[in-house]
């Protein structure tokens, strides 16, 4: 999981991400203020890694929030493993929506449809320190807009 401040380059950030941890599911958003163990401010990039050998990560990503959100929830559905393999009984997901698409209400609900209700989803929206300009969220190298991006946990 990355969160970088608007200032940077995200597009090179997610890029040398991928060649330093190849083979790394990598989800993300602009942000609003970042913070570690003992540092908190602007203009910075937080990263946290997740592993286990009890859990399952996959990545979902669906486009036109604003417009088609149930659409968009059944995009990001379609990278979800925890549907049709029931190896691990506990499913969650990390949802980051594109805070200036909007309708970030309606996508959990279809997202909550479109996973039967057997999914916990916690997430936040990406931001822009306040710029109200471009927000976006990160899926692999790809930087978008008017989308949200889902990290599916299984447990």
Do not use: K, W
């Not at 937080?46 to 659409?71: I, K, Q, T």
């Not at 109200?132 to 299984?154: H, K, M, N, P, Y």
């Amino acid at each position: 999981m990355v969160f970088a401040a608007p200032s940077y380059d995200h597009s090179a950030l997610l890029d040398e991400l991928a060649t330093q941890c190849p083979g790394a599911l990598v989800v993300g958003s602009s942000s609003a203020g970042e913070f570690m163990n003992q540092e908190q401010g602007e203009g910075l990039v937080s990263a946290l890694g997740l592993a286990g050998e009890d859990v399952r990560f996959s990545v979902g990503m669906g486009r036109d929030v604003a417009g088609d959100a149930a659409g968009a929830a059944g995009q990001i559905t379609s990278g979800f493993n925890g549907l049709s393999d029931f190896a691990f009984p506990y499913r969650s997901a990390l949802v980051m929506a594109d805070a200036l698409a909007g309708h970030a209400d309606v996508l959990i609900d279809e997202l909550t449809l479109a996973t039967g209700g057997q999914y916990q989803f916690f997430g936040g929206g990406a931001g822009d320190n306040a710029q109200f300009q471009r927000t976006s969220v990160f899926c692999g190298r790809e930087v978008l807009s008017d989308a949200a991006v889902a990290l599916e946990i299984l447990t």
